[in-house]
Nanobody
Framework: VQLQASGGGLVQAGDSLSVSCVAS????????MGWFRQAPGKEREFVATISANGRIPTYANSVLGRFTISRDNDKNTVYLQMNSLKPEDTAVYYC????????????????WGQGTLVTVSS
């Protein structure tokens, strides 16, 4: 499966931003999807994941209550709505796919998009 993320940009603290990821090349509804992020000088970290049928979203504590992951299996797209953004949310955001159930570890995801940069200014 090929993944193409988009929607990043420069925003101010407190603003909202949505990033999306379009999948192609395979049956999207068979894959759990995840969002991860990597800030400069830091390791890639888990942000959110959603089950293949879209019924089970899960979030990192750092974004719980501010970010929402969703998917549209008819459009082969997963979304990450980010509200109340903070400067510490600044990172390259990656979407990832894995067949079957969702996981929280990046090493469990064999397919990755190219990343989209989100910068939050204070």
């Amino acid at each position: 499966v090929q993944l193409q993320a988009s929607g990043g940009g420069l925003v101010q603290a407190g603003d909202s931003l949505s990033v999306s990821c379009v999948a192609s090349g395979s049956t999207f509804s068979l894959y759990a999807m995840g969002w991860f992020r990597q800030a400069p000088g830091k390791e890639r970290e888990f942000v959110a994941t959603i089950s293949a049928n879209g019924r089970i979203p899960t979030y990192a504590n750092s974004v719980l209550g501010r970010f929402t992951i969703s998917r549209d299996n008819d459009k082969n797209t997963v979304y990450l709505q980010m509200n109340s953004l903070k400067p510490e949310d600044t990172a390259v955001y990656y979407c990832a796919a894995r067949p079957g159930g969702y996981q929280y570890d990046a090493s469990d995801y064999p397919y990755w998009g190219q990343g989209t940069l989100v910068t939050v200014s204070s």
